[in-house]
T-cell receptor, first 113, second 114 residues
Framework: GDSVTQMEGPVTLSEEAFLTINCTYT??????LFWYVQYPGEGLQLLLK?????DKGSNKGFEATYRKETTSFHLEKGSVQVSDSAVYFC????????????FGRGTSLIVHP | ETGVTQSPTHLIKTRGQQVTLRCSSQ?????VSWYQQALGQGPQFIFQ???????GRGNFPPRFSGLQFPNYSSELNVNALELDDSALYLC?????????????FGSGTRLTVV
């Protein structure tokens, strides 16, 4: 079945540091890939998405590139802020099977001033 | 444009009781999914409704049931509550059941079973 694997957290960074959160996936079809963010006490918000190989999704300084050859969709940001502290979820919807999003376990990001 | 709203925000129930959670989907969205998120875990898919019909179900027992109404709002019902049902329940809506769409999530209902 479909699955998403994220790096273990928490990831702890100082403000203005470079961020990478790794995400790899397995899927039976040709998936669309997503990153969601969950701030404390809130639901998930769609951060960015990519629907085909080599697409780059970007939003609010975050970006991720759909790499079919490595089945990866790593999240990056050049300079993190304290306000970026949250839990980040990688997810996929498999166009070859069901269209139900499958989520990773989430990676907590803590940014210190 | 209103987002996804869920009610109630918090709920405490006793083991064995039944609970109904409610969700109003974002305007223009006809697909609603429900997820269970245990503390420190990713959301686990419960089921999805598309135009009032269930069109997908995760690995949850039959005591988890749902409904979608003509206005595309939805309910999640859980019977015979167990302690392990304590979690954040998230509702998400999408413009369609098409796979290229992201989902808009509500803030969730925090259910505590004692």
């Amino acid at each position: 079945g479909d699955s998403v694997t994220q790096m273990e957290g928490p990831v702890t960074l100082s403000e203005e540091a470079f961020l990478t959160i790794n995400c790899t996936y397995t899927a039976t079809g040709y998936p669309s890939l997503f990153w969601y963010v969950q701030y404390p006490g809130e639901g998930l918000q769609l951060l960015l998405k990519a629907t085909k190989a080599d697409d780059k999704g970007s939003n609010k300084g975050f970006e991720a590139t759909y790499r079919k050859e490595t089945t990866s969709f790593h999240l990056e940001k050049g300079s993190v802020q304290v306000s970026d502290s949250a839990v980040y979820f990688c997810a996929l919807t498999d166009g070859g099977g069901s269209y139900i999003p499958t989520f990773g376990r989430g990676t907590s990001l803590i940014v210190h001033p | 444009e209103t987002g996804v709203t869920q009610s109630p925000t918090h709920l405490i129930k006793t083991r064995g009781q039944q609970v109904t959670l409610r969700c109003s989907s974002q305007s223009g969205h006809n697909t609603v999914s429900w997820y269970q998120q245990a503390l420190g875990q990713g959301p686990q898919f419960i089921f999805q409704y598309y135009r009032e019909e269930e069109n997908g179900r995760g690995n949850f027992p039959p005591r988890f049931s749902g409904l979608q109404f003509p206005n595309y709002s939805s309910e999640l019902n859980v019977n015979a509550l167990e302690l392990d049902d304590s979690a954040l329940y998230l509702c998400a809506s999408s413009p369609s059941a098409g796979f290229n769409y992201g989902y808009t999530f509500g803030s969730g209902t925090r259910l505590t079973v004692v």
